[in-house]
């Protein structure tokens, strides 16, 4: 049987679990890899088995649903909505949590069910993994997967944001989806010192893995080691951005500031945006009617009437800046953004985070200096 070689260096109990527990037995017989990079294209067991199991042992992520289950996979168009995530970032997160024989363990978004059979390897016979996936489909294909893979892991139907007291206290929570907003719940159904580990999107540039340690007052703390992507958790989904019908809602701007500068900007600054304005932020490349462009979309995730295009062009002075609503969006973000200069461009690694019952707080070198 072909082996995985994840990236990266992987945990001793981590890369023994990862060869333990066999991927084919998660991956469906028809699957979309989607490198960064190239175009998308299907795997088919049957059609062409060689590149089926090639792919399944290759260090890469598969799609396994589109549009939440409405778009078939061999049309090739729509939103990823479920996926067994690349080997290499799957350790990543498992490294970070660390987790021991014997724990407890809450894992949020079963997808295929690899990673719970991961999970249930390494805490052992005396640990106990429970699952929550919120599709009904996905859970029940993710069932049939661990009982051919010959793994015990307690599976729930139903909305990850509100944990599953019947299985508190936890000792570790592992999150597979993308978070904005983390669920206090979570904190409350752990016990005090239980680690929490998960990629926080707040989808401003790069995202982030976040590894949080609960305290003995009901809050936890902790920060952000690396990056980390995933598909958002359903109920944390941005809103598409909307046109308003009032044309005295529409704006056009002017800058000298290089959009590419606030697209490319490294991970420190792309935290400190996030923290400060709470907009989100997204880019591409295109052509039009008058040649190259560059294309920043900046808007806020929780009304699709507020947002902003910057646009960049070749050996351009000046670029234009679109924004709708009433929210400046663009203004918002450079200030931002030059806060960031001003303080030294402090990296990923400085930043931090508290949660409590009130909230979520990004800070800067310590809990104490709150970002935003």
């Not at 028809?30 to 042992?57: C, E, F, H, N, T």
């Not at 907003?181 to 239980?194: H, L, M, S």
């Not at 600054?269 to 400060?276: E, R, S, W």
């Amino acid at each position: 049987m072909a082996t995985i070689d994840p990236s990266g260096e992987i945990a001793n109990a981590v890369e023994k679990a990862i060869r333990a527990v066999p991927r084919h037995h998660f991956i469906p017989p028809v699957g979309l890899v989607a490198p960064v990079r190239s175009r998308p294209y299907l795997i088919d067991r049957d059609a062409d088995p060689g590149g089926w199991w090639q792919a399944v042992y290759s260090n890469t992520a598969i799609v396994t649903q589109l549009s939440d289950g409405a778009t078939p996979l061999r049309e090739l168009n729509g939103d990823y909505t479920s996926s067994g995530s690349a080997p290499s970032t799957v350790a990543d997160l498992l490294n970070l949590l660390d987790p021991e024989p014997g724990n407890r363990v809450l894992e949020i978004a079963t997808g295929t069910g690899w990673t719970g059979a991961l999970l249930s390897h390494l805490v052992g016979g005396r640990g106990e993994v429970t699952s929550i996936e919120i599709d009904p489909a996905v859970a029940e294909q993710a069932a049939k997967n661990l009982a051919d893979a010959g793994v015990a892991v307690t599976l729930i139907v139903g909305d990850g944001a509100l944990g599953w007291p019947p299985g508190a206290p936890y000792d570790r929570v592992h999150v597979s989806c993308g978070i904005r907003a983390v669920p206090y719940t979570w904190i409350e159904q752990c016990r005090p010192g239980a680690v929490i580990v998960l990629p926080y999107c707040p989808n401003f540039g790069g995202n982030h893995s976040l590894r949080l340690v609960v305290l003995p007052d009901g809050t936890a703390v902790g920060r952000f080691p690396g990056f980390a992507s995933y598909m958002m958790m359903r109920s944390q989904r941005p809103v598409a951005p909307l046109d308003p019908r009032g044309p005295e809602e529409r704006h056009r701007l002017r800058t000298r500031v290089d959009p590419r500068t606030i697209a490319y900007a490294p991970a420190g600054a792309d935290l400190a945006m996030a923290a400060m304005t709470g907009l989100e932020a997204s880019h591409c490349s295109a052509t039009d009617e008058h040649g190259e462009l560059f294309k920043l979309w900046i808007c806020d995730p929780h009304d699709p009437h507020s947002w902003a295009t910057a646009v960049w062009r070749p050996n351009s002075v000046e670029y234009d800046v679109y924004q709708v609503g009433h929210r400046p969006v663009w203004d918002e973000v450079l200030n931002a953004y030059f806060l960031w200069v001003s303080w030294g461009r402090p990296g990923r690694d400085r930043f931090g985070m508290t949660v409590g019952p009130h909230g979520q707080r990004v800070w800067l070198d310590s809990p104490d200096r709150i970002v935003g």
